[in-house]
């Protein structure tokens, strides 16, 4: 093996194992507030939709975490608003890198008056850094009042 493949494998190993085997004896979420910002794209009922999000998250214990912030959602003609999420997610190991579902709701003020409310699951997948931050992608389905529909997307933050 060649000294810059040696290096790129160490350099890798070096990456990969403390996401694997996890920090020792050091919560990943339990008792850790997070700032997370999200992009989700897809269509509803035929039509392109997104949500863009910027949420605060606490992590209750290891496999759970609750969160409220910002979404914008934009789907079908004319739900384009401005949200407050709430949002509750479950992880599946309690590990750096790790497997997650969650349900959020998004309520927004309509323009004739009353309150609207977008629900989404997400299913998705998570690494987070010993450094820090985390990343991660997903998958979720949207029911919008006109519609349903599916979404991809991924987030980034950092945990403090």
Not at 30 to 58: H, K, M, N, W
Request: a negative charge; proline letters at 4%; glycine letters at 14%.
């Amino acid at each position: 093996m060649s000294s810059s493949a040696m290096r790129t494998f160490l350099a890798a190993a070096l990456l990969v194992l403390p996401a694997v085997t996890g920090r020792a004896g050091e919560a990943v979420r339990d008792g850790r507030f997070a700032i997370t910002a999200g992009v989700d794209s897809g269509r509803t009922a035929g039509d392109p939709s997104a949500q863009l999000r910027l949420v605060l998250e606490y992590g209750i214990w290891e496999h759970l975490a609750v969160g409220a912030g910002y979404a914008y959602v934009d789907g079908l003609h004319p739900l384009q608003q401005h949200c407050l999420e709430l949002f509750a997610k479950g992880y599946l190991l309690g590990q750096p890198l790790d497997l997650s579902a969650a349900a959020a709701l998004q309520a927004y003020l309509r323009d004739a008056g009353g309150l609207g409310a977008v629900f989404t699951a997400r299913a998705g997948m998570e690494w987070a850094s010993p450094w820090k931050f985390f990343l991660g992608s997903e998958v979720g389905l949207v029911v919008e009042p006109e519609g349903v529909g599916y979404q991809f997307g991924s987030f980034l933050g950092v945990r403090f």
